[in-house]
């Protein structure tokens, strides 16, 4: 059965080598017709077209193509055009050193405080030895994802799902770091892993956000706890300066009742001791005052006569 990790499928023809057997045969049968050969010398022609064409092979840019002779690797040839021994010489495989991506999932898999989680991940690994990857491991596409997988549930294992979710490029760290370990020595690179999603059950899903949310409110009565207490440590601190400075606490209580009554009918209560130890009473009473002088002058002003 023919290894599925091959680049390309092997044949024993390539555009180039089927051209140059096309060529020669049609060369052999226009001498045969022009009677410059025989007929066995012909077909003894075409034989040799046969083997000579076989035995160009191709390779594309980014592949190494694994040679064989009689069974016993011979080297590696390519990338471009090269040349076997046919029947003596045979191309096992071509290697495609270009990086890769392969998608892997563990499903229902175990965390440390035992939540079963399914988690997709992705790995982008290279050959970067040709000569290893085909003496050293068979199927070698098929060995890096399942070397994944089982990292990756082993180190599902070993954390709580908290960390999951928080330290997911710790996690894929640790991953491409096992890869390296395992694959270098099959001339296998693993250049980067990265956690593409982590699926938790919907009922956990659902109690994780209450949790949240129950965590958001806590924060947020802590920020306004605090807050209350830093707006008491300044009324105290403005209390303790007002108390040695009546007159400044006449000023202030007047600043404010000015303020209040710049906005039109705005109602302002004001208690009355503040009334008999800043005399706003009376501060207020000509403020009354003054508005009303206002509105009767308006009442008994003339109105604009009209144009005919």
Known sequence: MRDQDLSKEIKWF?????????????????????????????????????????SIKIADQWEKAVVLRLGKFIGLRGPGIFFIIPVVDQ????????????????????TKDTVPVNVDAVVYWTVWDAEKAALEVRRYAKAVTYMALTGLRDII??????????????????????????????????????????????????????QAQAERERKARIILGTAETEISEKFASAAEKYRDNPIA???????????????????????????????LGAIGGLAALSDQHAATAKRKAPAAPHAD
């Open 14 to 54: 390539n555009p180039f080598s089927a051209a140059v057997f096309i060529v020669l045969c049609a060369a052999c049968i226009i001498l045969y017709f022009l009677n410059y050969i025989h007929l066995y010398l012909a077909i003894a022609s075409g034989i040799i077209a046969l083997i000579l064409a076989s």
């Open 91 to 110: 191309i096992d495989n071509y290697i495609d050193q270009r990086v890769r991506v392969t998608d892997f999932r563990a499903e229902k898999t175990l």
């Open 157 to 210: 294992g070993k954390h709580e799902l908290a960390d999951l979710l928080h330290d997911r490029e710790k996690i894929a760290d640790t991953l491409q770091k096992i890869l390296d370990e395992h694959t270098n020595p099959w001339g296998v690179s693993c250049q980067n892993v990265g956690i593409k999603d982590i699926v938790i059950p919907a009922s956990l899903s659902d109690a994780m956000s209450k």
């Open 249 to 279: 606490l006449q000023l202030r209580g007047m600043n404010m009742l000015f303020e209040g009554l710049k906005e039109k009918g705005s109602l302002i209560i004001v208690p009355s001791s503040a009334l008999e130890s800043m005399n």
